[in-house]
């Protein structure tokens, strides 16, 4: 039977009729879609419990990228950010991408890592010598931390014993603790865990422990995607796809080698990265955090993504960082909006969400670098910008798009001189 294809598509909706093609294409259900419209999101009840002195909400824009296909599955991947373009910009990445066969992607076991700081050591190398004969044993006491998580197939799996040589305050010892956390998070898992075992570390080693804390770089637990993009698919305006695709390996190229694009192009990622981080509630600054130190791994600050040119003159990317990311705990269940983006992304472990946040990430990668590279950022970026600008200067509805249109072909995009259109067509 063919494909009916939708008449219209996504970005021409209107908000409602995007929301309701939604509930015709997902299994959401009634309320999940009122959580996602913000009819029945975060209440003031319940922002109440998460954070301390509540007077309020806040809200962002919630958008649906479409077009990603990750593992061969498609995936409606919900983004929340202020910044014009972002959306936009992996959807049709992810469309270019479907060409290849989409985005492949991985992840590792849920590991975090715990630390803590044992100071005031006697002896560091016996001390270091007497934690590692004690690693069954404390491995066993983190194991008894939580029951469930064991019973599930997490718990602890190893410990590494750091000496600090050179520090402000001498040498010292670092414990790390690696536990498999499962679908959580894991800070509070491991900060029980590092809190319980405090007192034998101390014993062991005749120290005194003081921080006792997870480790934002996470690089036990990364996330990996790829894509392989046929060259013609690569052809628009007057580029061709060689030189389209030979742009992009040349903006890359400028962040691999130089610590101060790097951090731009990094910050691409992160938009989004980000977005979707923020969307199903986890903590977004954890992940930038483990981000920029693992791009920094080698000693020098670089990209945190490769484009190379494929044997069959295909565009490849692929892009690898730490994910510490859960769909159990935490604002993921307090947040209803959170809780329904998870339901709408489709995915039943947090393993399987880290795989979709890092093909947004490569994709929103690929876009930035298309567009700086041809046409340069601000073509299709002012044009969005163009609509805030319009609204900032009080155009009603009706009337956005149109000024919006105007300021951009004039290359004016100010809100005085939108105020002067609408000046204009007022007294007209």
Same mark, same amino acid.
């Given at each position: ?33 009122? %959580? ?189 995607? /790829? ?110 909006? /959170? ?78 001189? %939108? ?10």
């Amino acid at each position: 039977m063919k494909e009916i294809k939708p008449k219209h598509k996504f970005y021409e909706l209107s908000p409602a009729g995007r929301l309701a093609r939604l509930a015709d294409e997902t299994h959401l259900a009634q309320e999940q879609l009122d %959580a996602l419209s913000g009819a029945a999101g975060l209440s003031l009840a319940q922002a109440d419990h998460m954070i301390e002195n509540v007077i309020g909400t806040y809200s962002l824009p919630l958008g649906v990228a479409q077009h990603f296909l990750v593992n061969g599955r498609e995936v409606p991947v919900p983004m929340v950010i202020e910044e014009p373009s972002v959306v936009a910009a992996a959807s049709f990445m992810a469309k270019l991408a479907r060409s290849g066969g989409g985005f492949t992607a991985s992840a590792s076991a849920p590991e975090m890592i715990g630390q803590m700081q044992v100071l005031d050591v006697p002896d560091l190398s016996k001390a270091k010598a007497a934690l590692e004969a004690a690693r069954p044993s404390l491995l066993q006491e983190a194991d008894g931390v939580d029951p469930l998580l064991h019973k599930l197939g997490g718990g602890a799996r190893d410990l590494e014993i750091r000496l600090i040589e050179d520090s402000p305050i001498g040498p010292f010892l670092v414990l790390h603790l690696i536990m498999d956390v499962r679908d959580a998070m894991g800070a509070n898992t491991i900060n029980t865990a590092l809190e319980r075992l405090s007192p034998q570390v101390e014993g062991i080693t005749g120290g005194r422990v003081l921080l006792r804390i997870l480790s934002n770089l996470a690089d036990h637990r990364l996330a990996k995607a /790829a894509c392989n993009i046929p060259v013609e698919t690569l052809a628009f305006q007057d580029f061709s796809g060689e030189e389209v695709r030979d742009r992009v390996i040349e903006a890359w190229a400028f962040a691999a080698a130089d610590p101060y694009r790097a951090a731009t192009h990094n910050k691409g990622i992160m938009n989004g990265v980000d977005a979707v981080v923020i969307a199903t509630g986890n903590d977004w600054r954890a992940v930038e955090a483990g981000a920029h130190a693992y791009a920094a791994r080698s000693g020098r600050y670089t990209s945190l993504s490769t484009w190379s040119k494929g044997p069959d003159g295909s565009l490849q990317g692929s892009l690898e960082m730490p994910m510490a990311v859960g769909i159990v705990g935490g604002a993921t269940r307090v947040h209803p909006g /959170a809780a329904a983006a998870v339901h709408l992304i489709g995915v039943k472990t947090a393993s399987e969400l880290a795989e979709v946040i890092v093909s947004v990430g490569l994709a929103q990668n690929l876009g930035a670098l298309r567009a700086l590279a041809t046409e340069g950022i601000q073509r299709g970026h002012m044009s969005l910008h163009a609509r805030q600008v319009a609204v900032s200067a009080g155009a009603p509805e009706e009337l956005v798009g149109a000024i919006a249109a105007q300021m951009v072909n004039e290359g004016n995009i100010h809100v005085q001189r %939108a105020v002067e259109i609408l000046e204009n067509w007022s007294s007209q």
